[in-house]
């Protein structure tokens, strides 16, 4: 597609629900991150996928949180048994290569999942 | 760690009106410094950079300034418009740092006719 596409746009789940969360990024980018944009907060980076590497899961903030690149294109972040401080915006964006592409302006960002946990 | 700090929203203009949103970072080693833009309904995009010291980066009538000295990269614009009305972010990425952006709270800018 033309940009990153993310879905849904809105899910409202109820605590201790299991959720999917679902990103396309723009075909051919190997990079791939997930960001969570919280109420008063500022960007939280959640974890990074490139190409065949090993992902950066340095930024998940729980076991309840993983995320997975299928075939090097698709992303799902899964959230278990998602608790009300999970509320959030969350974001996921791709580039065509890893950290240069931040200063080459290659960034692209999709428009975000808001999730609201009841 | 890398840090970003901005203004805290959100920020009521007349339109014409002189903006200034403030940001200030901590960082290892030499960070680029960006300002993204979140229009409504729409992702992030980038705004404008800058690399280096004193480097002025500018876009869309925007500007910031790298100060190393004050550790600082705020945004100006000499007169805003209603279609500037969105979510401004500053952030970061250094040479210390993982592969991710470190971003501020972001500054909800509205601005009136």
């Not at chain 2, 004050?70 to 945004?75: A, G, N, R, Y």
């Amino acid at each position: 597609g033309a940009g990153v596409s993310q879905s849904p746009s809105n899910k409202v789940t109820e605590k201790g629900k299991d959720v999917e969360l679902r990103c396309d990024p723009i075909s051919g980018h190997t990079a791939l991150y997930w960001y969570r944009q919280s109420l008063g907060q500022g960007l939280e980076f959640l974890i990074y996928f490139q190409g065949n590497s090993a992902p950066d899961k340095s930024g998940l903030p729980s076991d309840r949180f993983s995320a997975e690149r299928t075939g090097g294109s698709v992303s799902t972040l899964t959230i278990q048994r998602t608790q009300q401080e999970d509320s959030a915006v969350y974001l996921c964006a791709s580039s065509l290569e890893g950290r240069a592409s931040f200063i080459n302006e290659k960034l692209f960002f999709g428009s975000g999942t808001q999730l609201s946990v009841l | 760690g890398n840090s970003v700090t901005q203004m805290e929203g959100p920020v009521t203009l007349s339109e014409e009106a002189f903006l200034t949103i403030n940001c200030t970072y901590t960082a290892t080693g030499y960070p680029s410094l960006f300002w993204y833009v979140q229009y409504p309904g729409e992702g992030l995009q980038l705004l404008l950079k800058a690399t280096k010291a004193d480097d002025k980066g500018s876009n869309k009538g925007f500007e910031a300034t790298y100060r190393k000295e004050t550790t600082s990269f705020h945004l100006e614009k000499g007169s805003v418009q209603v279609s500037d009305s969105a979510v401004y972010f500053c952030a970061l990425i250094s040479s210390g740092s993982a592969r991710q952006l470190t971003f501020g709270s972001g500054t909800q800018l509205t601005v009136l006719p």
